[in-house]
């Protein structure tokens, strides 16, 4: 006699905001796909649907407060978890059918509301989820977060109200993790955490045993132990302290990834010490410089903030200046937002939208004449690439060198590619260049 399994809940997921609540978002669906539980790509098919909130700027809470919404009018049954969970009592006032509300990475409250809104029949048969977890991405990169919250007090950024202060993860089941996400075929680790550099302060850097050998809580040592499992290793969200100098021979051995996204904000001293962030610009320099001697291939990606209270012309031509001489490699800008409950809003001068709006311009105008030359010098030389899509169709595909974050930075266009596969990695010889991607064709071996 046949065997008639219960129909298990099926679960929608909205995930707003960075990758950080990305990987909080896999966590979530992963260990609800291990209790039984199915996933609805859709509203209609949802018996319960979580949206995990962005709070970190006031548009992103506009954006966070539309998607409860829209799940509402669609789906009526709504778990609210992420940032903006710290603001449950406005969230109840404004939508009062909401099932639960909870805070960022309390991943055992929301698992426990999505229990108590729909029940798990119960089945040993269920029970069923990959060793690696569930992913957002494609299978071939995977991010991996490394700590929670934040020692720092930025003034424009609410984070430690929002997520708390450090929390580093062990570096034994940190690498348990990638060493399982590399074996269920992720060829590019994207490492991340609000503070990558910060990686095992709060734990006095412990040591611990890994394949028979002790790894600290350090950002070195964690990076050279990931690039041995044979993936791309890309560090995300580091800041400029002293010991990054010791990565960037990593790089220059083919250990890690030779790439940098440091979010230095601004250059101009004043700018900087109003920010409450380190005023160091010109040693920045220097030591960019430095990394460049070691790997000359390291390619540095930053973002910066136009239009702070109290900027200057003279502020904003410094950070022009500096930019010129920094030379970096990917450049992203914002307008200042004041956030709810950031000490920024506070600061006098607040320099009007229309001047923020040129001096972006401005900015990114100088950035994108920057990548564009920098592009350029690649044509003709052979690079490493690995590939996001392929249209079978029309022959092409689309991937990213080394010096490429996936959503972020740029692209490699491939032409003659019809025969390659998602994840691959090869050899691309460069034939031209814009501002922000590259083209060319495979290498024939």
């Known amino acids: 006699m046949a065997t008639i399994l219960p129909s298990p809940p099926k679960i929608g997921m909205v995930s707003l905001g960075c990758p950080k609540n990305l990987v909080d978002?896999?966590?979530?669906?992963?260990?609800?796909?291990?209790?039984?539980?199915?996933?609805?790509?859709?509203?209609?098919?949802a018996d319960v649907v979580l949206v995990n909130t962005c709070g970190f700027l006031d548009s992103a809470k506009e954006e966070s407060l539309e998607a409860i919404g829209e799940a509402i009018a669609?789906?009526?049954?709504?778990?609210?978890?992420?940032?903006?969970?710290?603001?449950?009592?406005?969230?109840?006032?404004?939508?009062?059918?909401?099932?639960?509300?909870?805070?960022?990475?309390?991943?055992?409250?929301?698992?426990?509301?999505?229990?108590?809104?729909?029940?798990?029949?119960?089945?040993?048969?269920?029970?069923?989820?990959?060793?690696?977890?569930?992913?957002?991405?494609?299978?071939?990169?995977?991010?991996?977060?490394?700590?929670?919250g934040c020692n720092h007090r930025c003034s424009f950024c609410i984070i430690p109200s929002l997520r708390g202060d450090l929390v580093s993860r062990r570096p034994?089941?940190?690498?348990?993790?990638?060493?399982?996400?590399?074996?269920?075929?992720?060829?590019?680790?994207?490492?991340?955490?609000?503070?990558?550099?910060?990686?095992?302060?709060?734990?006095?850097?412990?040591?611990?045993?890994?394949?028979?050998r002790e790894v600290r809580a350090h950002m070195t040592d964690l990076a050279r132990e990931l690039g041995s499992l044979g993936a791309w290793v890309r560090l995300h969200y580091v800041y400029p302290y002293p010991h990054v100098d010791q990565v960037v021979p990593l790089m220059a051995e083919g250990l890690v990834t030779p790439y940098l996204d440091i979010p230095f904000q601004h250059a101009s001293p004043n700018v900087l010490r109003a920010m409450k962030r380190p005023a160091n610009e010109a040693k920045v320099l220097e030591r960019i410089k430095g990394w460049r001697a070691i790997c000359p291939d390291i390619a540095i990606r930053s973002t910066f903030v136009v239009g702070f209270p109290g900027e200057t012309e003279a502020d904003f031509a410094y950070l022009m200046e500096w930019l010129e001489d920094a030379q970096l490699d990917r450049v992203g800008a914002f307008r200042f937002e004041p956030v709810e409950g950031a000490a920024a809003n506070d600061l006098p001068d607040p320099v009007p939208e229309a001047v923020k709006e040129e001096r972006y311009a401005r900015l990114m105008d100088l950035t994108a004449r920057i990548s564009a030359e920098k592009l350029r010098a690649k044509v003709g030389r052979t690079l490493d690439v690995i590939i996001d899509a392929v249209d079978e169709e029309t022959g092409g595909a689309t991937g990213r060198s080394q010096a490429d974050a996936p959503e972020i930075d740029g692209e490699v266009h491939l032409r003659d590619a019809g025969h390659l596969s998602q994840g691959d990695i090869i050899a691309v010889e460069i034939e031209d260049a814009d501002e922000h991607d590259l083209f060319g064709v495979p290498v024939r071996r």
């Not at 399982?180 to 850097?205: F, N, P």
């Open 74 to 148: 669609e789906n009526g049954r709504v778990i609210v978890t992420g940032c903006m969970g710290k603001e449950a009592e406005m969230i109840r006032a404004k939508f009062p059918n909401v099932l639960a509300v909870t805070g960022a990475h309390q991943y055992e409250e929301v698992v426990g509301a999505v229990h108590e809104a729909a029940p798990m029949p119960p089945s040993a048969f269920l029970n069923l989820v990959p060793e690696s977890g569930l992913k957002l991405t494609p299978r071939h990169y995977s991010y991996l977060k490394i700590s929670e």
């Open 25 to 45: 978002s896999e966590r979530i669906l992963t260990k609800l796909r291990s209790d039984g539980y199915q996933m609805s790509p859709d509203y209609a098919g």
């Open 172 to 212: 034994d089941a940190i690498l348990r993790e990638a060493e399982k996400l590399v074996a269920a075929g992720t060829r590019e680790l994207l490492v991340i955490s609000q503070d990558t550099s910060a990686y095992g302060v709060d734990i006095r850097h412990q040591p611990r045993e890994w394949h028979g």
